[in-house]
């Protein structure tokens, strides 16, 4: 075997960190590991270095292994654009968009592009370790399944149970999966684990003893909870904290129904001197702010409408007249425009909707999608900066002779008169130090944080946890 897959017995129980913890452990022992995920859901993507885009946690995955993202470690990804329908990137590109109903009939459409992804990684990789989605107790989604037990009955990869004990009821989880799984399904988990225990683990030994004897698989360890995972990126808007820092500059983040690429705020979480809180529907942007961000969005016209829904764009307007700061970052950037139009329906029902007039540009929707890593300058202060592009649409007005940023010679993105209100195109500008370091300066802040060692610091200790409370051996022996 050069596999191994770790389910879950329902989503955000931690699969995509114990992936990734797992990833870092192997690597260490000077083996070549990759991860895959045959199927994801998620707004918050990553630009690979072959010109596609897959979930943001398989890139950490990548990280963890040493690699640079591939669209082979994610070869579906799901986009919700709406409550019941998504856009579908097949191995990097946009194939589709369809209904959720109507998902379940693609499907087995999917698993010939899951195969060879997953074929072609493990050929040059020692241990493909891959991330199942949801759970496989979702047996009403179980036939064409390419996310779970149809994939692994279809490589015929171990399967590790992750338990959540944080959200109570752990006991019933992993049991009670078993319990409505198909026998064959059943025969592919080789053991489990639990994840997320807070306080004195040898309290939950009877718990443990009990999973094993209901079940007949084995145990491989009780993890416990493991806080700095809230400094590495989070794929799920679930996971977007409340609030984070305490520093003087207060940078406010619209909490946008659609938000996508939101891992633009991991970095300025880090610095002490930045006071980052995400405001919620039915909440006001806070009088004190200094910095308003609205990020990027699947559904740009219809969170702009949920924008005005919350009274956010009275409370923009009240915060420019104070000399607040705004920035508008791919989506958010098309909203402080004049207006947004989509002729050809792309992102939903055609038509055009009124920006919030912050910005001399307009938007007009187009079909192709720009994906691509991105070297600028940022304009005004000469800060070399990196990003990328993952975006529908063309943003051209007056406000883009004030560019943000410049690629080469062309101009990035737009600034206001007084510089005060900005968008830019560019995800993961923050992640560069020099450039956070400069653009928090012209707000009177000082960054004092190092991003890229930061994630490698946790990685480690990630994986250091893992080693110290999990059967690492003996997963790794399982997997060979």
Known sequence: MKALMIQGTGSNVGKSLLVAGLCRAVRRRGLSVAPFKPQNMSNNAAVTVDGGEIGRAQALQALACGLEPLTDMNPVLLKPET?????????????????????????????ASVLGSFNRLKAVHDLVIVEGAGSPAEVNLRRGDIANMGFARAVGVPVILAGDIDRGGVIAQIVGTQAVLDPEDAA??????????????????????????????????????????????????????????????????????????????????????????????????????????????????GDLAYLRAQGWDIDLAAHVRRGGHVLGICGG????????SDPAGIEGEAGETPGLGLLDVTTVMTPDKRLTCTAAVHAATGTPMEGYEIHIGRTEGPARARPFAHVGEDPEGATSDDGRI???????????????????????????????????????????????????????????
């Open 188 to 301: 592919m988990v080789a053991g489990f684990l639990i994840n997320k225990f807070r306080g004195d683990p040898t309290l939950f030994d009877d718990g443990y003893r009990l999973i094993e004897s209901r079940t007949g698989w084995r145990g491989f360890g009780v993890l416990p909870y493991f806080g700095d995972a809230a400094k590495l990126p989070a794929e799920d808007a679930l996971d977007l904290r409340g609030a984070s820092g305490g520093g003087p500059l207060k940078i406010a983040c619209l909490g946008l129904s659609r938000i996508a690429n939101f891992d633009d705020l991991d970095p300025l979480k880090l610095e002490p001197a930045v006071n980052l809180i995400m405001v919620r529907a039915g909440e006001a942007i806070p009088g004190d702010t200094d910095l308003v961000i609205i990020p990027g969005s699947k559904s740009t016209r």
């Open 83 to 111: 409550d019941t329908g998504a856009q579908v990137v097949v191995q990097g590109k946009r194939l589709t968009t369809v209904r959720a109903r109507d998902y379940s009939a693609l499907r087995p459409q999917l698993m």
């Open 333 to 340: 950037y098309q909203m402080l425009g004049h207006s947004i």
């Open 422 to 480: 900005a968008g830019s195109y560019l995800h993961g500008m923050f992640t560069g130090d020099a450039f956070r370091a400069a653009f928090l300066a012209r707000l009177g802040a000082r960054s004092v944080a190092s991003y890229g060692a930061a994630v490698e610091t946790v990685l480690d200790a990630l994986a250091d946890h893992m080693e110290a409370h999990l059967d690492i051996d003996g997963l790794l022996d399982l997997a060979r």
